[in-house]
């Protein structure tokens, strides 16, 4: 089957997110419908939350830009998010160390959302190679209006 030129963009452009469904339903099939949420308090703390996604929850992203990553074991020193950010872990094994002492463990199909734009940030453990989902959101989302719909 050959594309056109518009076919092409437009299969280009699906792709990422037909992989980026695949990663959610691979979390929420695992009973984990739920969005690791890294933020930075006023003393420039960075600290993770679970947030639940509600049942049923289908509104769509308005995502800026996305760009797939591939990344070699290793460690990503204290850095924080340079803007807001969901990423979906499609491939290996992540601890996420934060500056209030926590940690989680990240995983395929996990979903995080950073918003630690300023303080200390965080700390990416990267355990194993580690292929995943960049998704530049706008300055003004709000992960917990746009989970309450």
């Not at 992989?19 to 949420?37: C, M, Y």
């Not at 160390?97 to 200390?120: C, F, N, Q, R, W």
């Not at 292929?131 to 706008?138: H, S």
């Amino acid at each position: 089957m050959k594309l056109n030129r518009r076919q092409a963009v437009t299969a280009g452009a699906i792709a990422p997110f037909a992989l980026a469904q695949a990663a959610v339903g691979q979390t929420i099939a695992a009973g984990q419908a739920r969005i690791f949420h890294v933020f930075a308090t006023p003393d420039g703390k960075s600290h993770i939350e679970k947030v639940p996604v509600p049942p049923m929850h289908n509104k769509p992203l308005p995502v800026e830009s996305v760009v797939l990553t591939v990344m070699e074991p290793g460690v990503e020193d204290w850095h924080h998010a340079p803007f807001k950010t969901f990423t979906i872990n499609l491939q290996g094994n992540i601890r996420a160390e934060m500056a209030d002492g926590s940690s989680e463990a990240i995983g395929p199909g996990d979903l995080v959302y950073l918003e630690d734009l300023t303080g200390k940030g965080h700390v990416t453990h990267l355990l194993t190679r580690v292929t995943c989902f960049f998704l530049q959101m706008p300055a003004d989302f709000e992960l917990k209006s746009w989970l309450a719909g």
